[in-house]
């Protein structure tokens, strides 16, 4: 048997069905406004994914460890060259002569081996580099050279007292970091960073995006203090009309 509708039960009915609206509404304002927040609050107003930013393609996949394996095998061979030059105090003379000689003694070998098992001789594999190769790396450094000197002398020559400090600061604590190490340590290091930092970012851009705006915003708060304890109190010169 149906239950029999009173005005009271019709009243209820309605205080929930409007408690449950506003709950959703409230809801999804509070989605669409975490979302504009988050949209917002990007590091340095970033609207674009982080592999877009750095360029896309297989080398942001290799930063990103897109494919675990070649990003792992990557960056341990730049341990090794690392190790082998600034730990083991190789040359690159030492190295070059070392792997000449164990190309040669592995294609001797393979030539020779058929004879001592009885076998039908084989050619051994020649390894050889294109001649493009070359060609493609120093136009490629060219270029990343020229675009440095004339971001710099764009900076120079632009008359932004800021950018122009912020250049000049950079230049001096990179000639720091020189003087305590040397350029294949720093090299290792920002290669280091760039197959660390970019991940762990990807990984935890929201977390990454408030501390830094919450520090930004300490800062700026600590600058009001002292504009308005001491900064504001110091005499201005009168303009002259």
């Not at 988050?38 to 970033?46: D, K």
């Amino acid at each position: 048997m149906s239950d029999k509708i009173t005005p009271e039960n019709l009243f209820n009915n309605i205080v929930e069905t409007l408690a449950e609206k506003q709950k959703s509404v409230s809801f999804f304002e509070e989605e669409k406004s975490n979302s504009v927040t988050t949209h917002l609050n990007r590091l340095f107003g970033r609207q674009k994914p982080v592999h877009h930013i750095l360029g896309g393609g297989k080398s942001a996949d290799c930063l990103l460890w897109r494919n675990k394996k070649i990003s792992a095998s990557v960056l341990t061979a730049a341990t090794i060259v690392w190790v082998l030059f600034e730990w083991l105090n190789y040359n690159f003379l030492t190295l070059l002569c070392f792997a000449l000689v164990l190309c040669m003694l592995g294609q001797f070998l393979w030539t020779n081996a058929s004879g001592l098992l009885n076998r039908k001789p084989s050619k051994a594999p020649r390894f050889v580099i294109p001649e493009d190769f070359f060609v493609n790396i120093a136009t490629m450094v060219g270029a990343e050279v020229n675009r440095g000197l004339r971001f710099l002398q764009d900076i120079a020559c632009g008359g932004n007292l800021k950018q122009f400090l912020i250049a000049v600061l950079s230049l001096l604590a990179g000639a720091v970091i020189g003087s305590w190490c040397n350029f294949l340590t720093v090299m290792y290091i920002g290669f280091v960073g760039a197959h660390t930092l970019p991940v762990l970012y990807e990984k935890h851009e929201d977390e990454v995006d408030n501390f830094v705006y919450k520090v930004f915003d300490q800062m700026q708060h600590n600058y009001r203090k002292v504009d308005a304890g001491f900064l504001s109190k110091i005499p201005k010169g009168k303009k002259h009309q």
